[in-house]
């Protein structure tokens, strides 16, 4: 007789299909991402006000290539390390790394200007590095049958950390100032680690062959890059994370290009007009991103074990690369405010809950040094790569006077490209995932 499904069964049911002994593992597993995205958050609000103030805002400009030049020599020595330690003491020791950093930003940022850029420089890397490191944990921690259904929830904590952290730390900065909030971003990365040590204690033995192959070993000496050269799979990986984001960051520019313009052209372009244009602005802004973070928690709450459950994680990477599609055709017509900034949020939203989380799952048949090994490099190095490459877009671009709708002309050539590999890579999943059950019936 089947056993009646226990409260935090019933609790996680309208978010994904959990089984009795995985609620407690993956609870924490959503509680560590809803922790870590918080923190991020934090450090974030800090940088903005640091930057702005110490380095000035020309600092972003070039950002993207000074962080892509010091993960060359970051993600060879993430590898390396990962090959001597095991999982748990290679999630401690670099997260250790990072809040010792932010102890240093603490004692010795207020007493130098160039403080502000360096610290603007390592949220970048942070944020990547980080990130993508706890991602390849939890892809490590589960099997992709166990990834389709429980992944939508550890999204979820992601989502929601995302959304109390930068809820929080716009009203922290304005009372403490940006160095308390480092402080408490690192106090929430220390319980990040010990909750991702307790989840991973907590995930039992998948099967016996698992067990023996050592699932918490160290790795071998194979390289980040050079996995990635290798495996066809995995430089589909690579591609795809460069297009999103060379679009995705491009259609940001879009919108805050098409929101200047009709500002200028609704108040006036002179100085008496500057007050009531960044107001406009700033409102316009303040809508939007409060509508994303709600409807990308809802998606995350509501769709994406649904969306993976009937039509797969591979068909699940279409969805946003067409509803890009849908907003640069709008765009080319030269659409009202109201309908680019109704794009914008559906665009956004996608991309941080059922996209992020399909791309996430895209690990879950890989080998343990591509999880973490390739991962760092795909999620770290190459992101910004594609940030420098929407840079020269942009620099070209301006220079050769492009409009806004001439910009959405060039991104519907990109998301052609994105539709192309998006449909190659979910065949190659499919493959994966399938080509062990073939074998397990077999045998």
């Known amino acids: 007789?089947?056993?009646?499904?226990?409260?935090?069964?019933?609790?996680?049911?309208?978010?994904?299909?959990?089984?009795?002994?995985?609620?407690?593992?993956?609870?924490?597993?959503?509680?560590?991402?809803?922790?870590?995205?918080?923190?991020?958050?934090?450090?974030?609000?800090?940088?903005?006000?640091?930057?702005?103030?110490?380095?000035?805002?020309?600092?972003?400009?070039?950002?993207?290539?000074?962080?892509?030049?010091?993960?060359?020599?970051l993600v060879p020595a993430f590898s390396a390390l990962a090959s001597r330690v095991d999982r748990t003491k290679l999630l401690v020791i670099v997260t250790t790394f990072f809040v010792v950093n932010l102890l240093a930003f603490v004692l010795f940022g207020r007493a130098s200007r160039l403080g502000?850029?360096?610290?603007?420089?390592?949220?970048?890397?942070?944020?990547?590095?980080?990130?993508?490191?706890?991602?390849?944990?939890?892809?490590?921690?589960?099997?992709?049958?166990?990834?389709?259904?429980?992944?939508?929830?550890?999204?979820?904590?992601?989502?929601?950390?995302?959304?109390?952290?930068?809820?929080?730390?716009?009203?922290?900065?304005?009372?403490?100032?940006?160095?308390?909030?480092?402080?408490?971003?690192g106090g929430g990365l220390t319980l990040c680690v010990g909750a991702a040590v307790v989840a991973g204690r907590r995930q039992p033995r998948l099967d016996a062959a698992r067990a023996r192959t050592g699932t918490t070993a160290p790795l071998s000496r194979a390289g980040a890059f050079g996995l990635v050269r290798q495996d066809r799979y995995l430089f589909y990986i690579m591609l795809l994370a460069i297009l999103v984001n060379v679009i995705t960051t491009s259609t940001d520019y879009q919108f805050g290009r098409l929101l200047v313009e009709r500002a200028a052209a609704r108040f006036g372009s002179d100085a008496a007009s500057a007050t009531i244009r960044e107001?406009?602005?700033?409102?316009?802004?303040?809508?939007?991103?409060?509508?994303?973070?709600?409807?990308?928690?809802l998606t995350q709450l509501l769709l994406v074990s649904r969306i993976f459950k009937y039509i797969g994680i591979a068909r699940s990477l279409l969805v946003h690369p067409l509803i890009s599609l849908a907003g640069n055709l709008l765009m080319l017509g030269g659409p009202s405010v109201p309908v680019v900034a109704s794009f914008k949020i559906t665009d956004a939203s996608i991309d941080y809950s059922l996209d992020n989380t399909a791309r996430q799952a895209l690990w879950l048949p890989t080998s343990r040094e591509a999880k973490y090994k390739a991962k760092q490099a795909v999620d770290s190095f190459f992101v910004r790569v594609g940030d420098m490459l929407q840079a020269g877009i942009v620099y070209g671009?301006?220079?050769?006077?492009?409009?806004?709708?001439?910009?959405?002309?060039?991104?519907?050539?990109?998301?052609?490209?994105?539709?192309?590999?998006?449909?190659r890579l979910g065949g190659m999943y499919d493959d994966r995932v399938e080509a062990p059950a073939v074998q397990a019936k077999s045998a």
């Open 397 to 423: 671009g301006t220079a050769l006077a492009f409009t806004v709708q001439a910009f959405a002309g060039v991104n519907l050539v990109l998301i052609g490209c994105w539709l192309l590999v998006v449909v």
């Open 1 to 73: 007789m089947k056993r009646d499904r226990s409260l935090g069964q019933r609790l996680l049911a309208p978010i994904g299909d959990v089984r009795r002994e995985e609620v407690n593992g993956v609870v924490l597993m959503a509680g560590v991402m809803l922790m870590l995205l918080a923190s991020y958050y934090m450090l974030k609000t800090a940088r903005e006000s640091l930057i702005l103030t110490y380095g000035g805002a020309e600092v972003k400009t070039y950002s993207s290539a000074g962080q892509a030049l010091l993960l060359l020599g």
């Open 116 to 185: 502000g850029v360096v610290y603007f420089l390592w949220v970048g890397i942070f944020n990547v590095m980080v990130i993508a490191q706890f991602w390849g944990f939890a892809n490590d921690l589960y099997t992709p049958d166990q990834g389709k259904r429980l992944f939508p929830i550890i999204g979820l904590g992601s989502s929601l950390g995302a959304w109390l952290g930068s809820s929080a730390a716009s009203r922290l900065i304005a009372s403490l100032g940006p160095f308390p909030l480092m402080l408490l971003a």
């Open 279 to 297: 107001r406009f602005l700033g409102a316009t802004y303040g809508r939007v991103y409060s509508y994303v973070n709600l409807a990308g928690f």
